[in-house]
Nanobody
Framework: QLQAYGGGLVQAGDSLKLSCAAS?????MAWFRQAPGKEREFVAT????????LYRDSVKGRFTISRENAKNTVYLQMDSLKPEDTAVYYC??????????????????WGQGTLVTVSS
């Protein structure tokens, strides 16, 4: 079970940090987001060690994914937020293969989502 929290209403240029706590040990963890009327899209993912990460191009240099295995928690630090970052953010966990690392089908477990709204 995954529990995501930390969303809220911020202004463009602000920062926000999302957290996702897992009820048990997890392997690969990721963040996805879904804006109204759009499909769920990949944001970032990191492996068990937290030493490697992948990001979608539009968030590179602004978002940072990290994890704290002692707390079974993954974080998403979001800086320089833009209105186009507005979405419901979901955390996910699983054991994707390379070809599914950036797709929802690669992850078996999902959190309930937390809304991030960025005003201009």
């Amino acid at each position: 079970q995954l529990q995501a929290y930390g969303g809220g209403l911020v202004q463009a240029g602000d920062s926000l940090k999302l957290s996702c706590a897992a009820s048990g040990r997890t392997s690969v963890m990721a963040w996805f987001r879904q804006a109204p009327g759009k499909e769920r899209e990949f944001v970032a993912t990191t492996g068990r060690s937290g030493n490697s990460a992948l990001y979608r191009d539009s968030v590179k240099g602004r978002f940072t994914i990290s994890r704290e295995n002692a707390k079974n928690t993954v974080y998403l630090q979001m800086d320089s937020l833009k209105p186009e970052d507005t979405a419901v953010y979901y955390c996910a966990a699983g054991q994707p293969i390379t070809s599914t690392m950036r797709t929802p089908v690669g992850y078996r477990y999902w959190g309930q989502g937390t809304l991030v709204t960025v005003s201009s």
